[in-house]
């Protein structure tokens, strides 16, 4: 059994709900054992556009991290994810951060994410379903303790509840 961890966001429509329906779309392809809190975000990059929700969860697999790729890809698509332009506003966007202990470079997938130790948008929620269990989680943790949160623009939006209860309401 494989162990993934991803980042999802959205700054676009129904930003609690995007959230919610994007972890109901993975529970068909993936066994999502656990959701962090949602945090609200300023954007990264381009700045004028609304602010992000942010979560991580944490799933379990038989898949391969290519093919877990492409259920992330499929959940933007149902969520009518639209690529304006890097970094812009989004209805959903689903990242692998971690899967398993492996790094892995192909054209399609770097994992760990490239920039997920400079984001406290990641590391936050990470943190709240991580308990430093392998080297890329302890190091995360690291990089989380050395940023000022404030600064960072980070705020929790909902606390963490369980995946049943994340996506109760979602029809």
């Not at 898949?63 to 933007?76: G, S, Y």
């Not at 971690?98 to 984001?119: A, D, G, K, W």
């Amino acid at each position: 059994m494989n162990v993934a961890y991803l980042s999802i966001g959205t700054n676009l429509g129904e930003r609690e709900q995007n959230l919610a329906h994007a972890v109901k779309l993975l529970q068909a392809h993936v066994t999502v054992t656990d959701v962090s809190a949602i945090y609200e975000t300023a954007p990264v990059g381009v700045t004028d556009q609304p602010s992000f929700l942010n979560i991580c969860v944490k799933l379990e697999t038989e898949k391969t991290a290519d093919e877990l790729l492409t259920v992330c890809q499929f959940v933007e698509q149902e969520l009518g994810r639209v690529r304006l332009y890097r970094w812009g506003p989004r209805s959903i966007d689903l990242d692998i951060l971690l899967f398993n202990h492996e790094n892995i470079e192909t054209e399609s997938l770097i994992v760990p994410h490239e920039r997920m130790f400079e984001r406290a948008f990641v590391l936050v929620p990470l943190a709240d379903i991580s308990a430093g269990e392998t080297e890329q989680l302890q190091y995360a943790q690291q990089q989380l303790s050395q940023m000022d949160l404030q600064q960072e623009g980070i705020v929790k939006w909902a606390a963490q509840t369980t995946v049943s209860q994340f996506v109760r309401d979602v029809q």
